[in-house]
């Protein structure tokens, strides 16, 4: 399919938003730190449960992290994790889309102390970036001699009350987000807590180039079913604004989106727009 072959009411979107974890990173950050803990497993499958829509999110978000008690080193560890399995041609297009004008933001259920600098590498300013706030023990001599010599840090103490923890919050933090803002947007994740958020934007594309999850998938609008973000270009950006990006440093990015939706990397499940 040529990208010029995208119906009109899909291409075209002013604001761009994406989920974090297995979106913009390989990585889910949380199965990450109990990797560090041995745990692996255990609390992966806490994870998938509430991806899949098995369980409801709050009823694991704070219990893997009680489970776990990371602490602050090694949360802020996780935004060099993050960056080491960043999906392909994701910074690319954050740049690529700044270009053309896109407004881009990361709403995630992922732990702010790493989801913010992550946000900030791939050139996503940090007052664009929603995510979790972490709490920590305060830093007594021991503690600060322990992190000065490399040891694991200040202490977890709990979550800061945020919406990103329940299931219903990444509808209320985005329609926040679009409040007072007269703008086409769309939404790029993989877990039910995205498709929750469906209908507070304009075009949900579930991307499965990390993970597919079956009742996510049969319910988006769009399918992205490569391993590359590449494709959300072709569908951001109108035929005219694609040809005059295609002019730009970001002109192998508009080729590389324009392959793989030829490719059919990209598959249009349901007719949303009038």
Known sequence: MNTTALPTRFRGYDLVIFDCDSTLTTLEGIDELARARGRHEEIKALTDAAMNGDVRLEEVYERRL???????REIAALAGQYRENVVTDARDLVG?????????????????????????????????????????????????????????????????????????GKPMVIRELLRNRTVRSMLIGDGVSDLVAAPEVDL?????????????????????????????????????????????????????SRTRIQAGEVTIQRDTTP
């Open 66 to 72: 009680d489970m776990l008690q990371p602490t602050r």
């Open 96 to 168: 690529a889309l700044h270009t053309a004008g896109r407004e881009v933001f990361i709403v995630s259920g992922g732990l702010a102390d790493a989801v913010v600098p992550f946000g900030a590498w791939l050139g996503i300013p940090e007052d664009h970036v929603r995510a979790v706030g972490v709490e920590y023990e305060a830093p007594s001599a021991t503690l600060e001699v322990e992190s000065r010599g490399g040891g694991r840090g200040l202490r977890y103490r709990g979550i800061t009350p945020s919406p990103l923890t329940r299931a219903e």
């Open 204 to 256: 949900f594309a579930a991307f499965t180039g990390v993970v597919e999850r079956e009742y996510v998938t049969s319910h988006a609008d769009v399918l992205i079913t490569g391993d590359s973000l590449a494709p959300v270009l072709g569908l951001a950006l109108s035929a005219t604004e694609e040809a005059t990006l295609a002019t730009t440093p970001y002109g192998d990015l508009v080729s590389a």
